[in-house]
């Protein structure tokens, strides 16, 4: 008999009914007797170059973004502000970062890296800029990102689940270029 203060009983989940986590077995087994030369089929191999086109226009856009802020931090220094002259040396050690990986994940899908400087600003999303004042700078600055934000999140949905490394470089880029925006957005703000 129970006594009037004790809780209720909680009457335990039905664990024995629950199906256990299991893995798909015949998954694995077509993968145990894949071919180890595996021959990607031509709508493949035209999937792949065309996604490397559209790496190599991010990959100009993050070269065009690190010479804009190399620019920027120079020109800014004699401003009012340092820290944010400071700051756009940062955002274009981190592009150019950007543009290192691009041209690594480029190679490994059997690309070819895009660094001719003559087709850079076509082929790049974002604009250069040699504004004189700063305010302008953070402006452009943060259009720019925006744009690398909006275009990140297209090629991350244009990737899907065919390409699992490059969905995750893409979203990597994506969250430091969502980081830049804010913080420009910030210093708009001072
Ligand atoms: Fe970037
Ligand atoms: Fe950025």
Redesign the pocket.
Known sequence: MSHPSEPPRITPLALAEATPPALDTAALERVRRQPLQHRHSAAELQWRSGLVKLLNDALA??LV?VLRYKRHHYTAHGLASPRIAEEFAVHAA??MT?ADRLARRIVQLGGEPDFAPETLLQRSHAPYDASAELNTMIRVNLVAERV?VESYSQLVRVVGDRDPSTRRLLED?LA??QR?AEELQGWLAL
Do not use: G, I, P
Request: proline residues 0%.
């Open positions: 856009t993050e973004c981190e592009e950007h690398a880029l430091d270029e830049h």
